[in-house]
């Protein structure tokens, strides 16, 4: 099984501020990395996928980097609708598996 | 636009067998090339993979709950469900169908909340 580590569990943020959100693996899964965006109360919504490919119709402030091991997801801009939960997952090998998440609130 | 809705009792008794459908509409599950998941998320809690199958009926359980789970489609219905047996409070959660293609999820369907509970 390979673990995933995503911190900061909680990010306290602005509008307009550039966010980072980090995915460590417990081993390296070159590029085949997801990103999600989880609004309460609703299903999670693909961002990111082969760790750096947006997904049709992400707004390109979502930005997606790393191989191997380390990952990170960037929001250039902080927008009003972006304050949610990010989850990570790692699709190398099974069983699939997704980071902790990541809650972005407004500061 | 491929689109997923789950069904199902929404409470089941201890050491019952939980049991939900997966309804796909905008597209076939029998025209291949995806897999047919369930992901399932404890109140307040991260994501959990339960495992897919494929329309030919091949599946892959997480081993955490390969021993409780069957994933089963039936492709007339254009429907895919879901079986977890002996279930305990442990296993309340909602729980999601989704598809993925080549390994990330790409739609989701809107969820339902499994609470298990005498």
């Known amino acids: 099984v390979i673990w995933m580590t995503q911190s900061p569990s909680l990010l306290s943020a602005s509008t307009g501020d550039r966010v980072t959100i980090s995915c460590r693996m417990s081993q390296g899964i070159s590029s085949y990395l997801a990103w999600y965006q989880q609004k309460p109360g609703k299903a999670p919504e693909l961002l990111i996928y082969?760790?750096?490919t947006l997904q049709s119709g992400v707004p390109s402030r979502f930005s997606g980097s790393g191989s191997g091991t380390d990952f990170t997801l960037t929001i250039s801009c902080l927008q009003s609708e972006d304050f949610a939960t990010y989850y990570c997952q790692q699709y190398y090998s099974f069983p699939r598996t997704f980071g902790q998440g990541t809650k972005v609130e407004i500061k | 636009q491929v689109q997923l809705q789950e069904s199902g009792p929404g409470l089941v008794k201890p050491s019952q067998t939980l049991s939900l459908t997966c309804t796909v509409s905008g597209g076939s599950i029998s025209s291949g090339g995806y897999y047919w998941s369930w992901i399932r998320q404890h109140p307040g809690k991260g994501l959990e993979w339960i495992g897919y199958i494929y329309y030919s009926g091949s599946t892959y359980y997480n081993p955490s709950l390969k021993s409780r789970v069957t994933i089963s489609v039936d492709t007339s219905k254009n429907q895919f469900s879901l079986k977890l047996s002996s279930v305990t409070a442990a296993d309340t959660a909602v729980y999601y169908c989704?598809?993925?293609?080549?390994?990330?999820?790409?739609?989701w369907g809107q969820g339902t909340l499994v609470t298990v509970s005498s």
């Open positions: 989704a598809f993925e293609g080549l390994g990330y999820f790409q739609h």
């Open positions: 082969a760790a750096s």
